[in-house]
Antibody, heavy 121, light 108 residues
Framework: EVQLLESGGGLVQPGGSLRLSCEASGFNFKSYAMAWVRQAPGKGLEWVSAIVSNGYNTYYADSVNGRVTISRDNSKDTLYLQLNSLRVEDTAVYFC??????????????WGQGTLVTVSS | EVVLTQSPGTLSLSPGERATLSCRASRTVSSNYLAWYQQKAGQAPRLLIYGASSRATGIPDRFSGSGSETDFTLTISRLEPEDFAVYYCQEYGTSRIAFGGGTKVEIK
């Protein structure tokens, strides 16, 4: 069974940093692209970032480009998202999602339950 | 970047009725790279349809997708109580994917 378990969310002040993690199990992690999608309270889904299976290529939404870094450790079956220079508008539930291919672009066949990031003073 | 507009914003229907949800793209979606998701309150989204019309694993056949180019439709043939949720379309034909704003299907 595919499982994606996010962690690392919490309350942080504007300008602060946070590192999110997503532990994967139940599939051959190193063979698939992965992504982060966020959802602000009461709002819709917003794609944040994606990374191909070998980690060599990364992609970012304009709203976070330059402030966010996606990475993965295929030896640990774990995806990461480093969030820097956080703004109030970055407040959201951040979902980790699996792409059914090794390359970007794609849809998402499995999702984690999400981790809440709250940016507030 | 493509913009996806979903309509209506809210659909009020009774169990057993047919639901028709629309997703319109600001430009042609290449190779029909269009997916649909269902999201219930407090839960992660669930993939329903990809490639505009292919059902994901385990999705009941009352869910169907259709359309091409800029106009896509998700149809739920007969609403079950568990189908009342928010539905999102997503385009994945470019490196910067896009989601629609969602359609809420609520109980009338």
């Amino acid at each position: 069974e595919v499982q994606l378990l996010e962690s690392g969310g919490g309350l942080v002040q504007p300008g602060g940093s946070l590192r999110l993690s997503c532990e994967a199990s139940g599939f051959n992690f190193k063979s698939y692209a992965m992504a982060w999608v966020r959802q602000a309270p009461g709002k819709g889904l917003e794609w944040v970032s994606a990374i191909v299976s070998n980690g060599y290529n990364t992609y970012y939404a304009d709203s976070v480009n330059g402030r966010v870094t996606i990475s993965r450790d295929n030896s640990k079956d774990t995806l990461y998202l480093q969030l820097n220079s956080l703004r109030v508008e970055d407040t959201a539930v951040y979902f980790c999602a699996k792409v059914p291919t090794g390359s970007w672009y794609g849809f998402f066949d499995y999702w984690g339950q999400g981790t809440l990031v709250t940016v507030s003073s | 970047e493509v913009v996806l507009t979903q309509s209506p914003g809210t659909l009020s229907l009774s169990p057993g009725e047919r639901a028709t949800l629309s997703c319109r793209a600001s430009r042609t979606v290449s190779s029909n790279y269009l997916a649909w998701y269902q999201q219930k309150a407090g839960q992660a989204p669930r993939l329903l349809i990809y490639g505009a019309s292919s059902r994901a694993t385990g999705i009941p056949d009352r869910f169907s997708g259709s359309g091409s180019e800029t106009d896509f439709t998700l149809t739920i043939s007969r609403l079950e109580p568990e189908d009342f949720a928010v539905y999102y379309c997503q385009e994945y034909g470019t490196s910067r994917i896009a989601f629609g704003g969602g359609t809420k299907v609520e109980i009338k």
